[in-house]
């Protein structure tokens, strides 16, 4: 089946370091998207990102569709930022999304 | 974006028992969807809803369970005898159009006992 594989699994990082998430897949997507999911367990949508580049403060994505992958960068990173970041993209019309297993980023003070 | 609620926050039930999930979205021109997400696990895509029927299910969405629109305005899903495996956080997710961005409810935990 279609497989979307996150890298690393996990990360710890000091407070105001930078970082950079992966996420492959293995077919092309439609929709790639960005998550973070806050230590309380809620899923906020951080980037809609089929294609190119997008920022948002600290945060930036670029997804390169034809070679398969994304990234997500976390600058000066804050203990806010912890949590479980998971891409997620559809391989077919509709609106049904396949998502990683999740990078786990702790950021220490 | 509109804020969407999902009631209750915890829910814990007796394996075998009916439960019922609620999702009170703003506006009736959306794609609504359920995920759950195991603990520890990735989260995975349930069904997908819109205009009154269900448009895609997963392999897991199977008889036990179902989604309406009963009153037009609250979502519900709706798992009719529950099993340990059923324990999970289950999120009711929405989007303004097919394959675009994709915002999630608050979530319900619920746990089988």
């Known amino acids: 089946g279609i497989q979307v594989e996150q890298s690393p699994p996990d990360l710890i990082l000091q407070e105001g370091a930078n970082s950079t998430l992966r996420c492959n897949f293995s077919?092309?997507?439609?929709?790639l998207q960005w998550f973070h999911q806050n230590p309380w367990g809620q899923l906020i949508n951080l980037f809609y990102?089929?294609?190119g580049t997008k920022q948002n403060g600290r945060l930036s994505a670029t997804t390169v569709a034809t070679e398969r992958y994304s990234l997500l960068y976390i600058s000066s990173s804050q203990t806010t930022d912890s949590g479980v970041y998971f891409c997620?993209?559809?391989?077919?019309?509709?609106?049904?999304?396949?998502f990683g297993q999740g990078t786990e980023l702790s950021v220490k003070p | 974006e509109p804020e969407v609620t999902q009631t209750p926050s915890h829910q814990v039930t007796q394996m075998g028992q009916e439960v019922i999930l609620r999702c009170v979205p703003i506006?009736?021109?959306?794609?609504f969807y359920w995920y759950r997400q195991i603990l520890g696990q990735k989260v995975e895509f349930l069904v997908s809803?819109?205009?009154?029927?269900?448009?895609?299910k997963s392999e897991i969405f199977d008889d036990q369970f179902s989604v309406e629109r009963p009153d037009g305005s609250n979502f519900t899903l709706k798992i009719r005898s529950t099993k340990l495996e059923d324990s999970a956080m289950y999120f009711c997710?929405?989007?303004?159009?097919?394959?675009?961005?994709?915002?999630f409810g608050s979530g319900t935990q619920l746990s089988v006992l």
């Open positions: 997710a929405w989007a303004w159009r097919e394959d675009e961005k994709l915002f």
């Open positions: 506006s009736n021109h959306l794609y």
């Open positions: 990102i089929p294609s």
């Open positions: 809803f819109y205009n009154n029927e269900i448009s895609e």
């Open positions: 077919d092309s997507v439609n929709n």
């Open positions: 997620a993209g559809n391989y077919n019309q509709g609106g049904k999304l396949i």
